[in-house]
């Protein structure tokens, strides 16, 4: 079951920024916890960051910290996923998912309920 909604996906080329963006097709965030995950094809579902919507500084992946940036618009109740300088990595799929008991486990996908359907990113060389 669809609950959120990623959308900005796309191509890019290496080097280059995008921004994703996730919205709560039902209503607001509210006090629940929002995170970003990416799949490459035959690995498995990786954590990018993940927020607090209302509360807290975002939560980094180590290896992404500085290219990552997450942040909350709360007129138009969306989170944000900034990137730069992405690397030639060919597809991935981005996922923005949001739990109500996530609490300190942000970076277990098993925490999450409410799933988007995932946006997907191409980088070329």
């Known amino acids: 079951q669809v609950q959120l909604e990623e959308s900005g996906g796309g191509l890019v080329q290496a080097g280059g920024s995008l921004r994703l963006s996730c919205a709560a097709p039902?209503?607001?965030?509210?006090?629940?916890?929002i995170g970003w995950f990416r799949q490459t094809p035959g690995k498995e579902r990786e954590f990018v960051g993940a927020?607090?919507?209302?509360?807290?500084?975002?939560y980094y992946a180590d290896i992404l910290k500085g290219r990552v940036t997450i942040s909350r618009d709360y007129v138009q109740n969306k989170v944000h996923l900034q990137m730069n300088s992405l690397k030639p990595e060919g597809t991935d799929v981005y996922y923005c998912?949001?739990?109500?008991?996530?609490?300190?486990?942000?970076?277990?996908?098993?925490?999450?309920?409410?799933w988007g359907q995932g946006t997907q990113i191409t980088v070329s060389s």
């Open positions: 998912a949001a739990g109500s008991q996530v609490l300190g486990a942000m970076r277990d996908s098993s925490m999450y309920v409410y």
């Open positions: 039902g209503g607001v965030f509210n006090s629940l916890t």
């Open positions: 927020v607090i919507w209302d509360a807290g500084n975002p």
